[in-house]
């Protein structure tokens, strides 16, 4: 029973770039969210996706969009990178909004 | 009590000892609490949880406590293993359908052979 996946495991790009992470949800999941975590600190949710539409967002500026795919999985773009965007990036799915969440390990991402 | 810059609060013990991490919650609203553990290198994995009408609860070498009126949670480890060293976070949910939950910043627990 696969768990979250998340790709890539690691990432480095520079100011002003754009990235796409992605993930898929564990198997039976259907309910995806987005976290931000900086070194030292905990998660911060960014979005949550259910039925391919953002359902819930956190205090993240428009740079920050998402897509859920019909079968369940989900991007993260973020825009015109600054350096302090420089985090693991989580991806946590469930089954069903209001249910607990299974974490994927993450992406970092290094902004140079 | 609170660190300074990237110095997550930190728990020495040696192993065999029991463990307890602590945590101050900040929405009288929250109504469910849950518990991870984060190791190195991986994401967040999920220990207990606890309802706000519950004021206790025990898992495997586990117990989260729930002090409503202070908004403290506690987590204690019994006959802490090397194993458990990670970082720790509780985490907060409103509730109301939704669960998102709002994390604190953590504390580290260093497990001594």
């Known amino acids: 029973d696969a768990g979250v996946t998340q790709s890539p495991t690691h990432l480095i790009k520079t100011r002003g770039q754009q990235v796409t992470l992605r993930c898929s949800p564990k198997?039976?999941?259907?309910?995806v969210s987005w976290y931000q975590q900086a070194l030292g600190q905990g998660p911060q949710f960014i979005f949550q996706?259910?039925?391919?539409?953002?359902?819930q967002r956190g205090n993240f500026p428009d740079r920050f969009s998402g897509h859920q795919f019909p079968n369940y999985s989900s991007e993260l773009n973020v825009n015109a990178l600054l350096l302090g965007d420089s985090a693991l990036y989580l991806c946590a799915s469930s089954l069903g909004l209001g249910q607990p969440q299974h974490f994927g390990d993450g992406t970092r991402l290094s902004i140079l | 009590g609170e660190s300074v810059g990237l110095h997550l609060p930190t728990l020495s013990v040696q192993e065999g000892d029991n463990s307890i991490i602590n945590c101050a919650y900040s929405?009288?609203?929250?109504?469910?609490f849950i518990w991870y553990k984060q190791e190195s290198g991986k994401g967040p994995q999920f220990i207990i949880d606890i309802r706000s009408n519950m004021d206790k609860r025990q898992g495997q070498r586990v117990t989260v406590l729930l002090n409503k009126t202070v908004k403290h949670l506690s987590l204690q480890i019994a006959a802490t293993q090397p194993g458990d060293s990670a970082v720790y976070f509780c985490a907060e949910n409103i509730g109301g359908g939704s669960y998102i939950p709002t994390f604190g910043r953590g504390t580290s627990l260093i497990v001594h052979p």
């Open positions: 198997s039976g999941h259907d309910t």
């Open positions: 996706y259910y039925e391919e539409e953002e359902r």
């Open positions: 929405n009288s609203a929250s109504d469910y």
